[in-house]
C-alpha cells in the first residue's frame, strides 16, 4: 500500500465512506514559511505536519471543496487528488496592493513558481532607492548588486545588528506578534568624545535607573541602553564574543564596539575586565558596589591593566563614586551624588 494511513473525516458518516474524497495533502517543501497556526481545526491543519505526507485523507463534499478555497493559485497546486501545498503569497499581494495604493512604483523581481522556496517580497523601489526582501540574510550581495540607500527588510532587533556594516539605512519588521518596526539611520550623529561619555552616564545612569521598575541590575542595564541610544549608538545587550558574554555593549553606526559595559550588584570586577576587554572597545564600564573606597586601589593596582589598549570606567554605585583610568593610572575623578537643595528657612516675625 503507498500509503502508511488511510484517516476518515470527522463530518463523514461511516456508513458513508464510500461517498468520500480521497485526497493526499503534501508540502512541497521540508519548510514552508508561511502555514496555518496549529490549533486550527479539519483541512487547514493537516499542512502544519510533516507526517501528513503519506497519510490518505477521505473526506466529507465540504472538507472537499474548502481545499480550492484556502489559498490561491501559486499556494495551493492539484495534480490529481494530490493537493501539494509550496507557500502563500499573501504578504506579496498585500505589500504590492499598499504600493500601488499610494502610486509608489516598484520592480518585482520574477520567480519561478515551480520553485520550491520562493520568496514573498522581493522588490525594488526605483524612486525611493530603496529594495524590498523577506529575509535579513546574505544582504550583502544584495547591496553589492543593487547599490541602494536602503533595505526594508524581517527580522528581530538582533538581526538589526546584523545590517549596520552594509552602509545603508535599514527598516526591519519585527516577524513576531508585537509590530515592531527597527529603523536604523546611517547618517546620525554618534558621540564619540570618550569624556563626553563618560560625563553623560555619571550625569543620567542614577535617574534613569530610578525612572525604571524591577531589580536593580536590570534597572542599570536598561539605564545604560537608554543613555547608549541617546548618544546616538546601538545597544545589544548580552553579546557573546569568545566564550565571554558582556551585559551590554554600544555600537556605532559601522557595528564597531564604542563601549562594553558590565553591571555588577556586588563588589566583583575581575572577570568583568576580561569580558569587556574581549569586547574589543574604545572605553570600558564596569559598575561595582564597594562600602569603602578600598576597591578603587584594588583596581589600579590590578596588573593586567598595565597593557589595557583602551580607557576604563570604573563606578563604585554604592557610593556614588567614579574614576577614569588608563592603564593603571587614575586620570580622572567624578563625584556623582546628586547636589542638595537649600532648605527654605522660615523664620517668626
Same mark, same amino acid.
Given at each position: 500500500m503507498p500509503f502508511e494511513t488511510i484517516r476518515i473525516c470527522n463530518h463523514l458518516d461511516p456508513e458513508a465512506v464510500k461517498d468520500s474524497y480521497a485526497v493526499l495533502l503534501t508540502l512541497s517543501a521540508r519548510y514552508v514559511r508561511y502555514v496555518y497556526e496549529p490549533g486550527l481545526t479539519s483541512v487547514e491543519q493537516l499542512w502544519t505536519k510533516e507526517t501528513g505526507k503519506k497519510e490518505l485523507r477521505l473526506l466529507c463534499p465540504e472538507c472537499s471543496s474548502?481545499?480550492?478555497?484556502?489559498?490561491?493559485?501559486?499556494?495551493?497546486?492539484?495534480?490529481?487528488?494530490?493537493y501539494r501545498h509550496s507557500f502563500c503569497p499573501v504578504r506579496q499581494v498585500t505589500f504590492e496592493q499598499l504600493l500601488q495604493k499610494h502610486n509608489i512604483r516598484f520592480v518585482a523581481q520574477q520567480t519561478d513558481r515551480r520553485s520550491l522556496f520562493q520568496q514573498g517580497l522581493n522588490h525594488r523601489l526605483p524612486d525611493l532607492h530603496t529594495i524590498v526582501t523577506d529575509s535579513s540574510r546574505d544582504l550583502e550581495n544584495l547591496v553589492q548588486i543593487a547599490q541602494p540607500m536602503c533595505i526594508l527588510t524581517f527580522g528581530t532587533k538582533r538581526d538589526m545588528v546584523r545590517c549596520l556594516g552594509l552602509g545603508t539605512? $535599514?527598516?526591519?519588521?519585527? !516577524?513576531?506578534?508585537?509590530?515592531?518596526?527597527?529603523?536604523? /539611520?546611517?547618517?546620525?550623529?554618534? =558621540?564619540? +568624545?570618550?569624556?563626553?561619555?563618560?560625563?553623560?552616564?555619571?550625569?543620567?545612569?542614577?535617574?534613569?535607573?530610578?525612572?525604571?521598575?524591577?531589580?536593580?541590575?536590570?534597572?542599570?542595564?536598561?539605564?545604560?541602553?537608554?543613555?547608549?541610544?541617546?548618544?546616538?549608538?546601538?545597544?545589544?545587550?548580552?553579546?557573546?564574543?569568545?566564550?565571554?558574554?558582556?551585559?551590554?555593549?554600544?555600537?556605532?553606526?559601522?557595528?564597531? $564596539?564604542?563601549?562594553?559595559? !558590565?553591571?555588577?550588584?556586588?563588589?566583583?570586577?575581575?572577570? /568583568?575586565?576580561?569580558?569587556?576587554? =574581549?569586547? +574589543?572597545?574604545?572605553?570600558?564600564?564596569?559598575?561595582?558596589?564597594?562600602?569603602?573606597?578600598k576597591g578603587i586601589?584594588?583596581?589600579?593596582?590590578?596588573?593586567?591593566?598595565?597593557?589595557?589598549?583602551?580607557?576604563?570606567?570604573?563606578?563604585?554605585?554604592?557610593?556614588?563614586?567614579?574614576?577614569?583610568?588608563?592603564?593603571?593610572?587614575?586620570?580622572?575623578?567624578?563625584?556623582?551624588?546628586?547636589?542638595?537643595?537649600?532648605e527654605t528657612q522660615i523664620s517668626e516675625v
Open positions: 474548502r481545499i480550492e478555497t484556502i489559498g490561491c493559485e501559486d499556494s495551493i497546486r492539484r495534480e490529481g487528488f494530490v539605512h $535599514v527598516i526591519m519588521v519585527d !516577524e513576531g506578534d508585537s509590530g515592531q518596526i527597527f529603523l536604523f /539611520d546611517k547618517d546620525k550623529k554618534v =558621540e564619540e +568624545s570618550i569624556d563626553n561619555i563618560v560625563q553623560a552616564i555619571v550625569e543620567k545612569i542614577e535617574r534613569y535607573s530610578d525612572e525604571i521598575r524591577g531589580k536593580e541590575h536590570d534597572r542599570l542595564v536598561a539605564a545604560f541602553q537608554r543613555l547608549g541610544q541617546e548618544l546616538g549608538f546601538v545597544v545589544q545587550p548580552e553579546l557573546q564574543e569568545k566564550g565571554t558574554r558582556v551585559d551590554l555593549v554600544w555600537l556605532d553606526r559601522s557595528a564597531n $564596539v564604542h563601549a562594553a559595559i !558590565e553591571v555588577e550588584t556586588s563588589a566583583q570586577w575581575k572577570k /568583568d575586565i576580561v569580558t569587556t576587554w =574581549e569586547a +574589543s572597545p574604545k572605553l570600558a564600564v564596569i559598575l561595582t558596589h564597594y562600602k569603602t573606597d586601589d584594588d583596581v589600579i593596582q590590578y596588573k593586567l591593566l598595565e597593557s589595557m589598549p583602551h580607557k576604563l570606567l570604573m563606578i563604585n554605585y554604592l557610593l556614588k563614586k567614579a574614576y577614569l583610568i588608563e592603564g593603571q593610572q587614575i586620570v580622572k575623578y567624578y563625584d556623582m551624588t546628586k547636589p542638595k537643595k537649600a
